[in-house]
């Protein structure tokens, strides 16, 4: 602040002088025009040699030693009208970089500006408001319509609906249903709802954000550093100019013309202004940098290091198959399985209750409770004895039946955990859980290497098996398995050696990692506090392809900087030679190097906007569109579970049950994807012409409708007519294989499908 108001005070000093002069000058007064000229100097010329001073004694010149040598030039040289539009346009340039600045920064204040001040307790019948600071772990807090979350905590009565655009950037609200986590710093755009607090405001989300707002500063970034020491060639080279011109022409004003037309505003101005108004285009995408220092750095990264679980991957267990004894649905089986779990803290319960809801299976409260012998759990659901546990549990030391055999085969290939579950004693299915790929990771690989990433690694404590499998998937550079986290630092210093290196990751033993790396990202929406402290950037929003627009974000905002000062710079070398030669002033000299200011301003600030794409004023897709597009695929991946159990039924099937289990297969697939991939090229496909530049990737797609439609053909053909008598282990096999290419297919073209959607939205 005091800084500030030092710049303020100065430009006016310089101001008041100027205007005084020129007063002075029109009512015939020189002498009075002269000195007041003088005193509108002198002022800046002596703060300026303070700030040099002090420069010198840290070890540093900048390049405010040549508007220093141009003002005192002018002073001793009897030009203080010259002398005073130098102070005026460099003080005035500093007062240019505050406000743009300010405007830079807006969207990181708001963040700090909004941060809640009271909550409402509920004490038995009563609310009473009281200052967030006094709200503890466990407290029953009310937040009413419009009002912002004031601490972490979990939805205790009806589904809240929030809006996360604050923390994430994401427009679209969500709907948080009882026991679900709602965040501080979110807003409630629905009715009243009641939550129960699990941090103190202290260690809230939102207060951690504005830790994290309040140490990105806006210091000096190691590219301004660099622009500080061109002034070690630009004040000699500029001081022989002038000599030069003074000697070849006798006439010493040449020489100031030559200084005055010189003074570096270019570089003071264009990289701060520019890396700034980066962080803060990068704030409105999610991505929190700590500094324009942080920024440069991430522009010039070569190598790009990510964590495996809960990076690359969602992080913890998700279902990703059901296998069924003969004759078992697998639904039932969950649901089952689901109602058991409620009674269990463990994570692997949550994943499976959470698998049940979102097959809006309905769950039954178990009764009878217990730990099983060995790992498991033991209840009666609905009348019925429901084990739910490990291999042994369900089976002992008897020899595994073949669907078991399969399920065990089928875990073991997707590095998946097999949950079996027996009714009444019966063993009748297996829940395999894995940590998968997030859905955008694919995408997010692809993007960091349009953004000029040459380098991608994985390092993960993951066994080798399953992180060479996600490495496979990805066509990474490297894999790193089985990595302590002192080892995983090793790794980021041997490659940060070889080029500038980044990091990203999201775990408490990510963070030492990223404090190696030359930029450390956090994916701060689901990570660890210690990994979001220790990085340089933080992923806001739960989406790793924030990462590539990070960099992308960063690369541009270096880009404008380095071309406003090669462009301030050489306008203003153009400038000196015509002093030199006599075309311009010391007055015309200044007054033109203005004007390059302003310009070198207006250039930086095109850091605030997001680039060409918008430019050129191509439309986006809605975030509530693009969500309504992946709600119908993820209804869809139900029908293709369910075509992935029907043939893995007809391994054991009968005649009868064969020709149920196809004809089934046959009316999912006519219901249900072919219906979809019709909906899909008659509405969904024209409508996202509006958004793309090219419709080249819609063909391609098409042509995918195609093949699913041909191979549902084919499946009509093997159903129609079918009778028990014409059942064979042949027309079985051909079933089958054409069941699960309808279902590979469709998972793979979905997966494209919401590629091309994301990249509508973000276009």
């Not at 049950?657 to 509405?683: M, Q, S």
Request: with cysteine.
């Amino acid at each position: 602040m005091r800084e500030t108001i030092e710049r303020y005070g100065l430009v006016a000093i310089a101001l008041a002088g100027l205007v005084a002069g020129l007063a002075a000058w029109a009512v015939g007064a020189p002498g009075v025009a002269h000195w007041s000229w003088f005193a509108g100097t002198l002022p800046v010329v002596v703060a300026l040699a303070i700030s040099i001073v002090r420069a010198l004694a840290a070890g540093r010149m900048g390049v405010d030693a040549v508007a220093f040598v141009s003002m005192s030039a002018a002073l001793v040289f009897g030009e203080p009208l010259a002398g005073v539009v130098v102070a005026i346009m460099y003080t005035g340039g500093n007062v240019l970089e505050d406000i743009a600045v300010a405007r830079a920064e807006r969207d990181l204040r708001a963040l700090v500006d909004r941060a809640p001040r009271l909550a409402h307790r509920r004490g038995g019948d009563m609310v009473e408001d009281v200052p967030i600071d006094a709200v503890a772990i466990g407290d029953v807090l009310v937040v009413r319509a419009g009002e912002v979350v004031p601490v972490d905590g979990t939805v205790t009565g009806a589904a809240a609906a929030i809006d996360e655009s604050a923390l994430t950037g994401e427009a679209l609200p969500v709907t948080r249903r009882a026991g679900e986590e709602v965040r501080s710093g979110t807003v409630n755009v629905g009715e009243t709802f009641e939550m129960r607090a699990r941090a103190t405001a202290g260690e809230s989300t939102y207060a951690g954000i504005v830790r994290l707002v309040t140490a990105a500063q806006t210091a000096k970034a190691p590219f301004i550093r660099i622009a500080d020491r061109y002034a070690l060639l630009l004040l000699p080279a500029t001081l022989a100019l002038a000599g030069l011109a003074w000697a070849l022409s006798g006439d010493p004003i040449r020489a100031l013309a030559v200084l005055v037309a010189s003074t570096p505003c270019p570089l003071i101005l264009a990289a701060p202004v520019a890396f700034i108004a980066g962080v803060s285009q990068a704030a409105r995408h999610g991505i929190l940098v700590k500094g324009g220092g942080a920024l440069e750095a991430l522009a010039t990264t070569v190598t790009v290091m990510f964590d495996k679980t809960g990076t690359l991957t969602v992080g913890g267990a998700r279902l990703v198959a059901i296998e069924t004894a003969p004759g078992e649905s697998a639904a039932e089986v969950l649901r089952l399985a689901a109602s058991l779990e409620q009674a269990s803290h463990h994570v692997v319960a949550g994943a499976i209750v959470a698998a049940a809801a979102a097959q809006d299976l309905a769950l039954a409260m178990p009764t009878e409770v217990r730990e099983a012998m060995g790992s498991g759990l033991e209840g009666r659901v609905g009348g019925r004895v429901v084990c739910v546990g490990s291999q042994s549990i369900a089976f002992g030391v008897a020899r595994l039946p073949d669907w078991a055999t399969r399920a065990l085969r089928r875990a073991s290939w997707r590095s998946a955990l097999a949950v079996f579950v027996t009714v009444d004693g019966k063993p009748a299915g297996a829940l395999l859980l894995a940590d998968e790929l997030r859905k955008e990771t694919p995408r997010a690989i692809q993007l960091l290497r349009g953004a000029g990433i040459r380098r991608i690694m994985m390092v993960t404590g993951d066994r080798a098996d399953a992180a060479e499998t996600i490495g496979a998937a990805l066509d990474l550079d490297a894999v790193l398995a089985d990595r302590s986290p002192s080892d995983k630092v090793d790794a980021v210093k041997t490659e940060q050696r070889l080029a500038a290196t980044l990091m990203v990751g999201d775990g408490i033993n990510d963070a030492p990692a990223l404090a190696a790396a030359g930029v450390g990202i956090a994916m701060g929406a689901r990570g660890a506090s210690a990994s979001s402290e220790a990085a340089d950037v933080v992923i806001l929003v739960d989406r790793l392809d924030r990462v590539a627009q990070a960099v992308t974000v960063a690369r541009r905002a270096r880009h404008i900087a380095v071309q406003s000062i090669v462009v301030g710079m050489s306008l203003s070398g153009v400038a000196m030679v015509a002093a030199a030669f006599g075309y311009l002033s010391p007055v015309a000299g200044a007054l033109t190097q203005e004007a390059i200011d302003v310009a070198v301003i207006l250039n930086a600030l095109r850091a605030l906007g997001p680039g060409r794409g918008a430019a050129r004023g191509q439309r986006t897709m809605s975030s509530t569109a693009a969500q309504d597009l992946r709600e119908d695929h993820a209804r869809l991946e139900r029908s293709l579970d369910t075509l992935r159990g029907i043939a893995d039924a007809l391994d054991d099937a009968g005649p009868e049950e064969a020709v149920r289990l196809i004809r089934e297969a046959e009316r999912l697939v006519a219901e249900e994807v072919v219906a979809h991939e019709r909906d899909d090229e008659a509405e969904v496909y024209p409508s996202l012409t509006r958004y793309l530049a090219d419709s080249h990737g819609l063909s391609a797609m098409s042509r995918a409708h195609r093949e699913i439609q041909h191979l549902a053909r084919l499946l009509s053909r093997l159903a129609d007519g079918l009778a028990p008598a014409d059942v064979d282990r042949y027309l079985v096999r051909d079933a089958q294989r054409v069941i699960e290419s309808i279902e590979a297919l469709v998972r793979i073209h979905n997966a494209q499908e919401e590629d091309i959607y994301e990249h509508a939205v973000a276009a």
